[in-house]
């Protein structure tokens, strides 16, 4: 959580934006929040309403156990993705997209929230970039471990292991090959503007 402060209190200037640096809650079973109350089935989430990051550490033993993504890094990536949404909402994203959707019939607001979400991958791997340039903390296998991670949390393995079924249509975070694909453009141009889900034609 630190290393994600140092890396976007230098990125979000260069944007006329400060960072305001958010607070995590570690919780196990069920936690209560400004966006309501929240078990633990509903994995990571960020809330914009406190600015908080809630985190149920029983997912980092599912990841690995049940979802075959283990290591530190593969977590750091789930960190580093929910700090990527509180980035949306410091720039003004999450309450524009929030706007759209309550306008939207299913369909699209599922299509937002998918974009939403690949962005916030790709802020993750912007943040391991620079902080990759900075501290050369990385060895091969972490980069794997998170593409794993992305590939383990796509909706279509999601819904293959719970359903047996893929429905497009439901996904509201995508596919594994586009969690994957964000993550690694992020990672490998460190740049915000790169990361412009919503104008990309093709996500």
């Known amino acids: ?73 593969a977590q750091a990536y789930v960190i580093a993705h929910e700090i990527g949404h509180h980035v949306q909402n410091l720039l003004g994203i999450a309450e524009k997209v929030s706007r759209l959707q309550q306008r939207g019939a299913t369909a699209e607001r599922n299509a937002l929230s998918v974009r939403m979400e690949l962005q916030a991958d790709c802020f993750a791997g912007v943040w391991a970039h620079h902080a990759e340039r900075k501290k050369s903390f990385l060895d091969p296998n972490d980069v794997d471990e998170a593409l794993r991670a992305a590939n383990a949390i796509g909706d279509d393995m999601l819904q293959k292991q719970s359903r047996g079924v893929v429905v497009p249509d439901s996904f509201t975070h995508g596919s594994s090959a586009q969690r994957i694909r964000w993550f690694r453009t992020g990672f490998e141009t460190g740049s915000m503007k790169a990361c412009d889900t919503f104008a990309a034609r093709d996500v």
């Open 1 to 73: 959580l630190a290393d994600t402060e140092d890396t976007w209190r230098t990125l979000l200037p260069r944007l006329g934006r400060t960072y305001e640096d958010p607070q995590m809650v570690l919780f196990t079973g069920a936690v209560h929040s400004a966006c309501g109350t929240a078990s633990s089935a509903v994995g990571p989430f960020y809330c914009p309403g406190d600015q908080k990051v809630y985190l149920d550490l029983s997912f980092f033993n599912d990841m690995a156990r049940r979802l075959g993504a283990p290591g530190d890094f």
